[in-house]
T-cell receptor, first 113, second 114 residues
Framework: GAVVSQHPSWVICKSGTSVKIECRSL??????MFWYRQFPKQSLMLMAT?????????EQGVEKDKFLINHASLTLSTLTVTSAHPEDSSFYIC?????????FGPGTRLTVT | AQSVTQPDIHITVSEGASLELRCNYS??????LFWYVQSPGQGLQLLLK??????LVQGIKGFEAEFKRSQSSFNLRKPSVHWSDAAEYFC????????????FGGGTRVLVKP
């Protein structure tokens, strides 16, 4: 149990366009989900905490207007990278919280050309 | 604010040898402590966790970790490494009051020699 999926697993988009990444908890409900960004050979950096039915809480330095997070249901959170630029290329990972454990999705690799 | 330090960026170990990965944390109270493993291009898999109680924690894949409050450490060990253990390992601190928001260490990359 406690499976988290992400879609898509890999996406290429052109500079200036927007891309949406979905994070789903498949077999449990999660009032809290988290979004991380990981650069090559580096650790995970928390971008924001997504709470079902309320606004996301962004970490310092993360542009909330650029990285739009929506947590519309107890099993789905979405991250939309708006007006993407090459510097937004990264590996994005989500996690869903259940009983003080976080269960991670497999990640989404975003490449902006 | 809490922080996590993994002093070793890379560790190379021979297959069959023992492995120890170091993790030190900074936090005002006893945090929740986790070890995760990440294979290339993949998400994170939980190896083990410490919330309270017995300070020696057993995890999956033959890993164990020991919480030492006096040293603010949570080191990960495995008695005999397999080639499939080659991966990136992350130590993390979770803060209950913040909805278990995690702070990760920088990671340790483990290479296994045949």
């Amino acid at each position: 149990g406690a499976v988290v999926s992400q879609h898509p697993s890999w996406v290429i988009c052109k500079s200036g366009t927007s891309v949406k990444i979905e994070c789903r908890s498949l077999d449990f409900q999660a009032t809290t989900m988290f979004w991380y960004r990981q650069f090559p050979k580096q650790s995970l950096m928390l971008m924001a905490t997504s709470n079902e039915g309320s606004k996301a809480t962004y970490e310092q330095g993360v542009e909330k207007d650029k990285f739009l997070i929506n947590h519309a249901s107890l099993t789905l959170s979405t991250l939309t990278v708006t007006s993407a630029h090459p510097e937004d290329s990264s590996f994005y990972i989500c996690s869903a919280n259940r009983q003080y454990e976080q269960y991670f999705g497999p990640g989404t690799r975003l490449t902006v050309t | 604010a809490q922080s996590v330090t993994q002093p070793d960026i890379h560790i190379t170990v021979s297959e069959g040898a023992s492995l120890e990965l170091r993790c030190n944390y900074s936090y005002g109270a006893t945090p929740y402590l986790f070890w995760y493993v990440q294979s290339p291009g993949q998400g994170l898999q939980l190896l083990l966790k410490y919330f309270s109680g017995d300070t020696l924690v057993q995890g999956i894949k033959g890993f164990e970790a020991e919480f030492k409050r006096s040293q603010s450490s949570f080191n990960l060990r495995k008695p005999s490494v397999h080639w499939s253990d080659a991966a990136e390992y992350f130590c993390a601190v979770g803060i209950k009051a913040a909805g278990n928001k995690l702070t990760f260490g920088g990671g340790t990359r483990v290479l296994v020699k045949p």
